[in-house]
């Protein structure tokens, strides 16, 4: 029977937006422990037979809505109202229920809180090398969640982000391929447990030759700041691929709704073409901060704490 590899349920002020993944196989495989198994795991989730484009039946607090998986096995669903507490929910297809197995949490209720947080994945909350293909599926295919690298920068900020409720956001270019490795290191590592909004599940085939969609951080990014009028945000990202142009882009368009920026820088040197990235940004949003290994978290924290007091 089909079960759900993903899903979640996210309520922002006056609406509520329920996605997710839908596979054919029976059960998720007892994978094990260790490099074999994380390896054994990431190979799998390439293999993985989708649900494309069905019906299905989601229940949600007595009601029911009928919608279908796109080509890639997803839907989504908006609601017009926001759900102020954890419902009750089902799926069903052909009349059967759709199992969800998820240890990560599906609903992330609208916080009271002024400030929000949205942030990249890869080399801005834990080590994955981007900008290095080889180093990338190494430690991506060998390296279990639990052993990996987080950004000590970033943790600290955001584990003291989320003293405070803030709601956290996880928009990546990582496909949901990966959501249980990153949802695993999400937990391990105590960071915030925020809606995660990953790009569509890829075959081996895919992950070679496709190109993902370059405005994909940017219509997500706009997607919560239009449905969350009342709060301000904090964005993170790194320099390795868009996240300065696409800061830029966001601040240039939002500018009431940026609290402060933070980039990662990932190597020891920056190139010409990322201080002219940098430089733009800058120029745009003057409170952004490009961090790095010896960049002073205390200092940052001060600052957060200023804006999540106000």
Same mark, same amino acid.
């Given at each position: 029977? #089909?079960?759900?590899?993903?899903? $979640? ?6 609406? !509520?937006? *329920?996605?997710?993944? =839908? @596979? ?80 990560? #949490?599906?609903?992330?209720?609208? $916080? ?6 949205? !942030?990249? *994945?890869?080399?801005? =909350? @834990?080590v994955s090398h981007t900008s290095n293909i080889i180093k990338r599926i190494g430690v991506l295919s ?72 370059k405005d994909f951080k940017i219509n997500n990014i706009q997607f919560i700041l239009k449905n969350s ?82």
């Open positions: 029977m #089909p079960f759900t590899s993903q899903i $979640s349920i996210v309520a922002f002020e006056s609406k !509520s937006f *329920i996605s997710g993944v =839908i @596979l054919n196989k029976p059960s998720r495989i007892n994978y094990g422990k260790g490099i074999l198994a994380n390896l054994k795991r990431v190979l799998y989730s390439y293999q993985s037979s989708l649900l494309k484009s069905a019906p299905i039946k989601i229940h949600l607090d007595k009601k029911e809505y009928e919608i279908s998986t796109n080509d890639k096995g997803a839907f989504d669903l908006e609601i017009n109202y926001s759900i102020k507490s954890e419902p009750e929910i089902g799926l069903l297809f052909q009349n059967n229920k759709v199992e969800i197995q998820q240890e990560y #949490p599906i609903f992330f209720k609208n $916080s009271k809180s002024k400030i929000g947080i949205i !942030s990249d *994945i890869d080399d801005t =909350i @834990l060998l390296v279990p969640p639990k052993k990996r690298k987080t950004i000590e920068f970033t943790q600290e900020l955001l584990s003291f982000v989320n003293l405070y409720k803030s709601n956290v956001y996880y928009v990546s270019k990582s496909e949901s391929n990966l959501f249980e490795i990153l949802s695993s290191f999400i937990i391990y590592n105590e960071l915030p447990t925020g809606a995660l909004f990953l790009t569509p599940y890829l075959s081996f085939k895919e992950l070679v030759k496709r190109k993902k969609g009028p009342e709060k301000k945000f904090i964005l993170f990202g790194d320099d390795t691929q868009k996240d300065m142009e696409v800061h830029r882009i966001i601040a240039n368009a939002y500018p009431n709704n940026i609290a402060r920026i933070y980039i990662r820088q990932t190597k020891k040197k920056i190139n010409n073409r990322k201080q002219i990235l940098w430089n733009k940004l800058k120029e745009v949003f003057p409170d952004s901060v490009y961090f790095n290994e010896q960049t002073d978290a205390n200092v940052e924290l001060k600052v957060l704490k200023k804006l999540l007091q106000t």
